[in-house]
């Protein structure tokens, strides 16, 4: 029988702009063999995320840069296929943050291990993962929301945007979304119960949008993409606003730094607060965060939607992705189904 072997993805050039293909390699290494206390993982699902394209700048941020040459990493859903750990064992479903690569060696300790039978194991890489607590620690630590406040979401059709309305609105808040088609506004108002939906590409007038929708003023906004559409959003502040901010995506890629308008005299004059904020800093209430997710999505009251690209060697094409607005939802990469068996040579 053949040896299989690990494929693996590395950043082999920095990007200038937008990533191109040419910035990764795949390559093929021997599958490792884990030492005592540590498990070998096939690699089921992996997660594509917008902030993935910060770590591949060379320049000091909240986590350190990849470096060339080396793995990806982020967030991986896996099976054990072999163990010397005692605490896990062949079968066993796991969430950490692994590489993009088809097998991974990790200490027990670095992966939590998921229950299939509360929900579909992909959740743990969305909306009962990094993005769902995202949104859960934004909008509920930061924003605070109250019944009958007005809440903005941009980026609102994504894995944290599309949590953080529907949370909003379990909290009694009227929320208005902007994304970037029909599609996905249709989605946020239709299936998410959004009470308004902007599509920002095809506004003529952002700001005139945003003040037919929000006649009360925006009390909370919760920034994931910044630009112009940040810009028009904070214009409309009422007093004592907050701003959860979570990302700046319509920046990640430009070149030159981006000139808008000087903010500081809106947040003055309308004593509004805005935080930027990492989920890691609330690393010591994942369980909190993970418990109510769960018990909101079996109770209905959030939905999700994944964007489910299958083929590990498709991953570079769902990052990318991220930056076209292709996905609606958590952009994952199908790599493997759990159970099969692992070809080694005789």
């Known amino acids: 029988m053949t040896e299989e072997k690990n494929q693996q993805i590395l950043l082999v050039k920095r990007p200038k702009g937008m990533p191109t293909e040419e910035d990764f390699k795949m390559v093929d290494k021997p599958v490792p063999q884990p030492e005592e206390g540590a498990v070998l993982i096939r690699t089921l699902y992996l997660s594509v995320d917008p902030y993935m394209r910060g770590r591949m700048n060379d320049r000091k941020s909240y986590v350190p840069p990849y470096q060339l040459n080396e793995v990806i990493t982020g967030g991986v859903v896996g099976e054990v296929v072999q163990s010397k750990a005692a605490d896990l064992k062949e079968g066993d479903i796991v969430l950490g943050n692994l590489g993009w690569q088809k097998y991974s060696v990790t200490g027990s300790n670095q992966v939590r291990k998921i229950n299939p039978d509360i929900a579909p194991v992909t959740t743990a890489l969305g909306i009962l993962g990094m993005p769902g607590l995202t949104a859960y620690f934004g909008l509920l630590d930061i924003g605070q929301p109250k019944a009958g406040e007005t809440v903005v979401v941009s980026g609102a059709a994504g894995a944290v945007g599309s949590v953080v309305g529907q949370i909003a609105k379990i909290k009694g808040c009227r929320v208005v979304g902007i994304a970037g088609s029909d599609e996905k506004n249709n989605y946020l108002v239709n299936e998410l119960g959004f009470d308004a939906a902007i599509n920002y590409k095809t506004t003529p007038d952002i700001k005139k949008a945003l003040a037919d929708a929000c006649p009360k003023g925006v009390d909370i906004y919760f920034d994931n993409v910044g630009g112009d559409i940040s810009d028009a959003v904070i214009s409309l502040l009422n007093h004592k606003a907050r701003i959860p901010l979570c990302g700046q995506i319509s920046l990640y890629n430009l070149e030159k730094p981006d000139i808008g308008p000087r903010i500081q005299p809106q947040l003055l004059i309308t004593s509004a607060l805005m935080k930027g904020f990492i989920v890691s800093d609330y690393a010591d209430r994942f369980d909190e965060g993970i418990s ?4 909101w999505v ?49």
């Open 292 to 295: 109510q997710l769960t018990q």
């Open 298 to 346: 079996a109770q209905g009251q959030c939905k999700f939607r994944e964007n489910i690209i299958e083929g590990f060697e498709n991953t570079v094409k769902a990052f990318l992705g991220l930056f076209s607005g292709e996905n609606i939802g958590k952009q994952l990469v199908k790599v493997a189904d759990p159970g099969q068996k692992r070809a080694v040579s005789k």
